[in-house]
C-alpha cells in the first residue's frame, strides 16, 4: 500500500482511504438552481440594459471576485496568509459568500479535500482537472 498524506483538517478515515475512488454524479436540483438564475439575469439584463447598469455589473463583480473570493475567502480564510483586523475579515469573507461558490466552512472543506488529494500519488481527475475542458468545465 501506497503511503498516505494528511493535512490538517482532513483526516483519513481508514486506509481504504483514497484519492481515486469515487465518481460525480450530476445534481438536477442544483443544475435548475444554477440555470433558473443564469435564465432570469439574461432575460432580466436583455430588458432593462444599460451602459451604466454594465458598466456597474463589471466594477462590483470585479470588486467582489478580487477582495470577496481571492483576498477574503482564499488568502485569508483557506490560508491565514495575512492579519486584519477582524471586522475587516468578516467584511472580505461576507464579499467572498456573494460570489456564490459555498460559504466559509463548504470553501474550507472543499479546498482542503481537493488539497489533500492532489497530494497523494494518484488523484482522481475531478480533483486534478485532468479531463479535456468541456467535461471538466461541466463538472
Excluded at 492579519?83 to 461558490?101: A, M, R, S, T
Aim: aromatic share 12%; net charge positive.
Amino acid at each position: 500500500m501506497s503511503e498516505k498524506i494528511e493535512i490538517a483538517r482532513i483526516k483519513m478515515q481508514s486506509r481504504l482511504t483514497n484519492a481515486i475512488d469515487g465518481e460525480v454524479r450530476w445534481s438536477p436540483l442544483k443544475s435548475l438552481w444554477v440555470f433558473s438564475h443564469l435564465a432570469i439575469a439574461l432575460i432580466g439584463g436583455a430588458l432593462t440594459f444599460s451602459f451604466d447598469a454594465l458598466l456597474v455589473f463589471i466594477l462590483t463583480t470585479a470588486f467582489t471576485l478580487c477582495f470577496g473570493h481571492s483576498l477574503g475567502m482564499h488568502r485569508k480564510l483557506i490560508h491565514h496568509s495575512y492579519k486584519c483586523p477582524k471586522w475587516l475579515e468578516y467584511f472580505l469573507v461576507h464579499l467572498g459568500v456573494l460570489v456564490g461558490l459555498a460559504g466559509p466552512f463548504g470553501m474550507v472543506h472543499t479546498h482542503d479535500l481537493r488539497d489533500w488529494a492532489q497530494r497523494q500519488k494518484q488523484c482522481h481527475s475531478y480533483l486534478r482537472h485532468g479531463e479535456n475542458m468541456m467535461k471538466d468545465g461541466w463538472w
